[in-house]
């Protein structure tokens, strides 16, 4: 098992790009989630999906746009980057009846 | 609101030198505290989750405790390789209400 994949591991945007973040697992989750890191702060979540099909809101997901049309898959895409969105970005997922999330690699974004 | 505070935001340790990381916490309905740790550069891996005050729960020279107001991750006899960020977590609620604290960095020195 490959467990949470995440790509690309960093990128670079210009203000006012778009991009999508991928992240895939292969443990058949039902859960997954999208956090983001910065520093003195602890991991905030902005989006996440109970199944295919079905996503919400977390605490900060003005900026951001999720779908999942897989179990596996569950993308991120910034609509219009701003440099407030400079951040390490991680994708996690878990079994409905466990609290363990398994989280991915992180990518790095820095937007100019 | 939930909230998760960790002390020390740092802390440095000789190899074999025992020591406490502390997570304070207040929450509306506990439903999990969770510890993590990190590596530099890489994603939270899963280390435990206690449910009820008095509830422990150990892995290698890890042990975890929890009481009505805080947790704590008790270091034993540490090598360099437990050197990591670690992370505390409740939640509360649904799936999603999940607070994290912002981690105590553990350096163990040979």
């Known amino acids: 098992n490959a467990g949470v994949t995440q790509t690309p591991k960093f990128q670079v945007l210009k203000t006012g790009q778009s991009m999508t973040l991928q992240c895939a697992q292969d443990?058949?989750?039902?859960?997954m989630s999208w956090y983001r890191q910065d520093p003195g702060m602890g991991l905030r979540l902005i989006h996440y999906s109970v199944g295919a099909g079905i996503t919400d809101q977390g605490e900060v997901p003005n900026g951001y746009n999720v779908s999942r049309s897989t179990t596996e898959d569950f993308p991120l895409r910034l609509l219009s980057a701003a440099p407030s969105q400079t951040s390490v970005y991680f994708c996690?997922?878990?079994?409905?009846?466990?609290?363990?999330?398994?989280f991915g690699p992180g990518t790095r974004l820095t937007v100019l | 609101e939930d909230q998760v505070t960790q002390s020390p935001e740092a802390l440095r340790l000789q190899e074999g030198e025992s020591s406490s990381l502390n997570c304070s916490y207040t929450?509306?309905?506990?439903?999990?505290l969770f510890w993590y740790r990190q590596d530099p550069g890489k994603g939270p891996e899963f280390l435990f989750t206690?449910?009820?005050a008095g509830e422990e729960k150990e892995k290698e020279r890890l042990k975890a405790t929890l009481t009505k107001k805080e947790s704590f991750l008790h270091i034993t006899a540490p090598k360099p390789e437990d050197s990591a960020t670690y992370l505390c977590?409740?939640?509360?609620?649904?799936?999603?209400?999940?607070?994290f604290g912002t981690g105590t960095k553990l350096q163990v020195i040979p």
């Open positions: 206690l449910y009820s």
């Open positions: 443990m058949n989750h039902e859960y």
């Open positions: 929450v509306s309905g506990l439903r999990g």
């Open positions: 996690a997922s878990s079994y409905r009846s466990s609290n363990e999330q398994f």
């Open positions: 977590a409740v939640g509360a609620g649904g799936y999603q209400k999940v607070t």
